[in-house]
């Protein structure tokens, strides 16, 4: 890249918010998908790792999950999406400042099926492989052993550790558990749950657009939760579908001709909508109507 280039790139990126967002892997599209919904648009040139906001004054920086915390902790960029594992594992000084509801996962200690150490203490003095050494590392020694594990750094494919003979046991992240299963594998021991989260530098001089962009973020994550419904009621049943479903703060009553009778629109946790549908039936809910929610705020 020629001096003129970088100094015009330096340019473009003076004054913005630089947001920083997963530039692949797992994170990647699920983070696009949300900043689509918050009408925080953008357009990319192809092998660029830069992108202007067409929205707001923001400009958007690739770069991998892993090295995010770092970026944000120092004050290079202002806020970004990445994983609690991640920003953990890099002890990074940052602002969590809302969890995303995807990337979901745990990060375990596994070993083989056919290993004897079925409890983490059974590792002392044996070799354990990671990519994240510094969380490995404190959840052993908090174990209280006067010894602990040998703990070896790689930067990828931590589940073929095993089989090749590098190490007795891995940690690693689990999601679905296919790949720890597959590479005959089993998990004895969980360090921590992770998830997407957006975090910000403490020190920022955009906190203003900051509260807007988190806002924004907030409310795409609450609409996925939620659903609104919408059902005709006797008023003397009104206090047991209310218990059934409270909504985010009360549900929303509207008068209905008949006089006993009432409309309610109530949000709903959209994990066991089924259920709590069957429930307002059981009480005598009618007329029951579901629909999205594109977006909320608080």
């Known amino acids: 890249m020629s001096a003129v280039s970088i100094t015009r790139d330096a340019e473009q990126l003076s004054g913005k918010l630089l947001f920083a967002i997963p ?4 994170l990647y599209e699920p983070s696009v998908s949300l900043l689509q919904s918050c009408d925080l648009k953008y357009r990319r040139k192809p092998r660029l790792d830069v992108a202007g906001c067409l929205t ?12 995010i915390p770092l970026y944000v902790s120092e004050g290079r960029v202002d806020l970004g999406i990445t994983g609690q594992d991640v920003t953990a594992e890099a002890r990074a000084d940052v602002d969590e400042l809302l969890q ?24 002392t003095g044996k070799r354990v492989i990671t990519s994240y050494p510094n969380l490995t590392k404190d959840f052993f020694k908090a174990q209280a052993n006067d010894q602990t594990p040998v703990v070896h750094f790689v930067s990828g494919s931590v589940e073929v550790a095993c089989c090749l003979g590098l190490g007795e046991g891995i940690v690693d992240l689990v999601e679905s558990g296919d790949t720890m299963r597959a590479a005959g594998l ?41 659903v609104m419904v919408e059902y005709n009621l006797k008023r003397a049943d009104l206090a047991k579908a209310v218990e059934i479903a409270p909504g985010m703060r009360s549900p929303t009553l509207s008068p209905l001709d008949e006089t006993d009778w009432v409309a309610v629109k ?32 608080r």
């Open 266 to 297: 109530v949000m709903v946790k959209r994990s066991g909508l089924a259920d709590t549908l069957d429930r307002l039936k059981g009480v005598g809910a009618e007329d029951m109507v579901v629909y999205d929610i594109q977006n909320s705020r």
């Open 100 to 123: 995303l509801d995807y990337g979901k996962c745990r990060l375990c200690v596994q070993v083989p099926l056919s290993s004897p150490c079925k409890k983490p203490e059974d590792l």
């Open 23 to 26: 530039k692949k892997g797992r």
């Open 186 to 226: 089993h998990d004895i021991a969980d360090i921590m749950s992770s998830q997407a989260v957006l975090i910000a530098n403490k020190h920022t001089t955009h906190q203003d657009l900051i509260k807007v962009i988190a806002s924004r973020i907030e409310g795409a994550v609450i609409a996925r939760r939620y």
């Open 56 to 67: 707001q004054n923001i400009a958007f920086i690739f770069l991998p999950a892993s090295d």
